[in-house]
């Protein structure tokens, strides 16, 4: 029998998981597990081996042993649909997961070319970033190319707006962060003045959205402004550095009253690329257009002649901060990727020995002009 038409249920909308997000094509995706007699459910949250499911009876304990794959990239989280064992089974096992439709990953701090799942099945990713301390650009922009690499819509909140007074400076900031996110809505908030909230709830008000940022961006605050009750814990941030305590330690799922699906994650310290061109190249999109007009398809936009790239910078078209930015997370994303090809890698060093080659015979030639 389809979950769709359950006794009482009319459509997917009266379905038990409609509130997480249960649609038709996740139903379909889930038929052949409805034969076996599982159950379909959506993880929100995961311990140490062991994972809270919700399904149609409500939330279940159950472990993930069986679908603890070699790759880190298969491994349950937080967001992701299952199949899990019916009621009498004990104990209660995941037995699959369906097929992710995005994922928001990052590298881990390992020597090994490994990437970390944060969360799965997102259509928003909400960077959470602190006005109560100076912004950093480049770290937006680096939390940024993993949403976009993800698949998710990425949105800037600014939080703690009421901490900025001053409507000509908040207005001079909103602007900062719009040109460090082009595509990207870009939404000020104050969870204790409510300013902003109305906004957010709308639209988180469809689908799954992911809270990202550091310690003491507001994340825990936002989430329980977005709940209307005070679910998550939250302390106040250090007044030296506007860091938190990680208040959050688990990343957790929750339904909105509203519509809609929240995920909480901890304050994340290191944010790490993981195979992620596409997503910095979609957060710098103004450099790839500019790039299409370089003289070389190559150009990496360091001292190649024709480059048009640099040429924007030198007319003031374009900030250098940007383009340093840039090339720091392209390096970055490429060293990621060639730790398991060694064929990149040996592109990479031959091009760093080209490039070394061809500073030092600029140098040489400018001591003799200068000689």
Same mark, same amino acid.
């Given at each position: 029998?389809s979950?769709?038409?359950?006794?009482?249920?009319?459509?997917?909308?009266?379905?038990p998981?409609a509130?997480?997000?249960w649609?038709?094509?996740?139903e379909?995706?889930?038929?052949?597990?409805?034969?076996?007699?599982l159950?379909?459910?959506r993880?929100?949250?995961v311990?140490?081996g062991?994972?809270d499911?919700?399904?149609?009876a409500?939330?279940?304990?159950?472990?993930?042993?069986?679908?603890?794959p070699?790759d880190?990239m298969?491994v349950?989280?937080t967001?992701?649909?299952?199949a899990?064992?019916p009621?009498?089974?004990?104990?209660r096992?995941?037995?699959?997961?369906?097929?992710?439709?995005t994922?928001f990953?990052r590298?881990?701090?390992?020597k090994?070319?490994?990437?970390?799942?944060l969360a799965?099945?997102?259509?928003?990713?909400i960077?959470?970033v602190?006005?109560?301390v100076?912004?950093?650009?480049g770290?937006?922009?680096?939390?940024?190319?993993?949403?976009w690499?993800?698949?998710?819509?990425?949105?800037?909140?600014?939080s703690?707006?009421d901490?900025?007074?001053?409507?000509v400076?908040?207005?001079?900031?909103?602007?900062?962060v719009?040109?460090?996110?082009p595509?990207?809505?870009v939404?000020?908030v104050s969870?204790h003045?409510?300013d902003?909230?109305?906004?957010?709830?709308?639209l988180?008000g469809? !689908?799954t959205s992911?809270l990202?940022?550091q310690? =003491?961006a507001?994340?825990?605050? #936002?989430?329980n *402004?977005?709940? %209307?009750?005070?679910?998550m814990?939250v302390?106040?941030a250090?007044d030296?550095?506007g860091?938190?305590?990680?208040?959050t330690?688990?990343?957790n799922l929750?339904?909105?009253? !509203?519509?809609g699906v929240l995920?909480?994650t901890? =304050?994340?310290r290191g944010?790490g #690329?993981?195979? *992620?061109?596409t %997503?910095v190249?979609?957060?710098?999109?103004?450099?790839?257009e500019l790039?299409?007009?370089?003289?070389?398809?190559d150009?990496g936009?360091?001292?190649e002649?024709?480059?048009?790239?640099?040429?924007?910078?030198?007319a003031?078209?374009?900030?250098v901060?940007?383009?340093?930015?840039?090339?720091k997370?392209m390096?970055?994303?490429q060293w990621?990727t060639?730790?398991t090809?060694?064929?990149?890698r040996?592109?990479?060093?031959?091009d760093w020995?080209?490039?070394g080659a061809?500073?030092?015979a600029?140098?040489?030639a400018k001591?003799?002009?200068?000689?």
């Amino acid at each position: 029998m389809s979950f769709s038409t359950l006794p009482g249920s009319s459509s997917f909308s009266s379905h038990p998981l409609a509130p997480y997000g249960w649609d038709a094509d996740w139903e379909a995706e889930f038929a052949p597990h409805a034969e076996r007699g599982l159950l379909p459910g959506r993880v929100v949250r995961v311990d140490r081996g062991l994972c809270d499911v919700v399904t149609p009876a409500g939330v279940v304990r159950a472990d993930t042993e069986f679908v603890v794959p070699r790759d880190p990239m298969k491994v349950v989280c937080t967001g992701d649909w299952v199949a899990v064992d019916p009621e009498g089974d004990d104990p209660r096992y995941v037995r699959t997961l369906l097929p992710r439709r995005t994922a928001f990953v990052r590298s881990t701090s390992s020597k090994r070319s490994e990437g970390q799942i944060l969360a799965a099945n997102v259509d928003h990713a909400i960077v959470a970033v602190s006005l109560a301390v100076e912004l950093d650009l480049g770290r937006i922009e680096r939390f940024l190319a993993l949403a976009w690499e993800s698949g998710a819509q990425p949105v800037v909140v600014l939080s703690k707006a009421d901490l900025v007074p001053d409507p000509v400076t908040l207005a001079h900031l909103v602007e900062d962060v719009e040109t460090t996110a082009p595509g990207v809505p870009v939404l000020t908030v104050s969870a204790h003045a409510g300013d902003g909230l109305d906004t957010l709830v709308a639209l988180v008000g469809s !689908g799954t959205s992911v809270l990202l940022g550091q310690s =003491g961006a507001g994340k825990s605050t #936002l989430a329980n *402004a977005l709940l %209307g009750e005070d679910v998550m814990d939250v302390q106040a941030a250090r007044d030296v550095d506007g860091k938190g305590r990680h208040t959050t330690t688990t990343r957790n799922l929750l339904a909105l009253p !509203g519509g809609g699906v929240l995920i909480d994650t901890p =304050g994340l310290r290191g944010v790490g #690329l993981f195979d *992620a061109e596409t %997503g910095v190249g979609q957060v710098f999109s103004e450099i790839e257009e500019l790039a299409q007009e370089c003289r070389f398809s190559d150009c990496g936009h360091e001292s190649e002649p024709g480059c048009a790239v640099r040429s924007a910078v030198e007319a003031g078209e374009l900030p250098v901060r940007r383009l340093e930015s840039y090339r720091k997370l392209m390096r970055e994303n490429q060293w990621i990727t060639a730790k398991t090809d060694a064929r990149l890698r040996s592109e990479i060093k031959k091009d760093w020995k080209k490039r070394g080659a061809e500073g030092k015979a600029a140098m040489e030639a400018k001591r003799g002009r200068w000689g």
